[in-house]
């Protein structure tokens, strides 16, 4: 950003309020603690995280998205609820691993 440019944004700042934009922007209540999402980093060998890849693009979700419902379904144990995703992810696997 060029100097003029900068003294252009002062100069608006200074002549007007931005109490209602800033107001609309902050969320008024907290995000409940159960539903907070917290990034990770996670390190695989590129074959995996490729495989990864692939099968998201297969269900058309995100490779972070297959992740986490892949960890939560390790996490949550035999008398859990399965998602629909995940049985559907396995069936497709299943079906692929038998064309094979």
Request: glycine residues 0%; hydrophobic residues 60%.
């Given at each position: 950003m060029t100097r003029d440019g900068?003294?252009?944004l002062a100069d608006y700042y200074d002549e007007h309020d931005t109490t209602a934009e800033l107001g609309r922007?902050?969320?008024r209540e907290p995000t409940p603690a159960d539903e907070v999402m917290i990034v990770t980093s996670l390190r695989l060998p590129k074959p995996v995280m490729d495989?990864?890849?692939a099968r998201a693009q297969e269900r058309g979700v995100k490779p972070?998205?297959?992740?986490r419902e892949w960890v939560e379904a390790a996490l949550a144990g035999q008398d859990a609820v399965v998602p629909i995703s995940v049985i559907?992810?396995?069936v497709t696997e299943y079906q692929h691993r038998r064309a094979s």
């Open positions: 900068i003294d252009d922007a902050v969320p495989q990864v890849r972070t998205a297959l992740i559907m992810a396995a």
